[in-house]
């Protein structure tokens, strides 16, 4: 399955999007985009990853359990640490689709909510449990590509 993000609203302290997965409308919130002074990707934990294509891999960790990373080297994002080459100044690892509702909960990573609104007046995405429930049933722990844009 192809996913696509359009980022929608961008500013200094986040980024809102939504996420198009075979019909199905989910809403993202992630960093705003830093970029890296030495390479593509980002500034590393601070920054939302370039637009691009990506694969989507299935993530299983103790802290992010059924969740999704994307990887795309040419963009300077990585599955894991070890992956990135160790003569680069540059490179980001471990950035995953993942429950969250304000940006101070992504870190680098993307949010995934079913709706938009406020918490404590902050913007942020709504149900992300849930929304991360629907995500990974389509997705069925399988691997697909994400196009941001």
Not at 78 to 86: L, T
Not at 102 to 131: F, H, T, Y
Request: with cysteine.
């Amino acid at each position: 399955m192809k996913l696509t993000l359009t980022r929608t609203k961008q500013d200094e302290v986040r980024s809102l999007g939504v996420l198009d997965a075979h019909g199905y409308t989910f809403h993202t919130i992630e960093r705003p985009w830093v970029p890296h002074k030495y390479g593509p990707g980002g500034a590393n934990r601070i920054s939302c990853v370039p637009a691009g294509l990506y694969r989507v891999i299935p993530h299983h960790s103790a802290p992010f359990p059924n969740t999704y990373a994307i990887v795309n080297p040419e963009l300077g994002v990585w599955y894991q640490p070890g992956d990135i080459p160790r003569n680069l100044q540059y490179g980001r690892c471990a950035i995953l689709l993942h429950i969250a509702n304000v940006v101070a909960d992504v870190v680098g990573c993307i949010g995934v909510g079913s709706d938009v609104g406020q918490i404590n007046g902050e913007p942020a995405v709504l149900r992300s449990k849930a929304a991360m429930r629907q995500l990974d049933l389509m997705l069925n722990r399988d691997y697909h590509t994400l196009e941001i844009t």
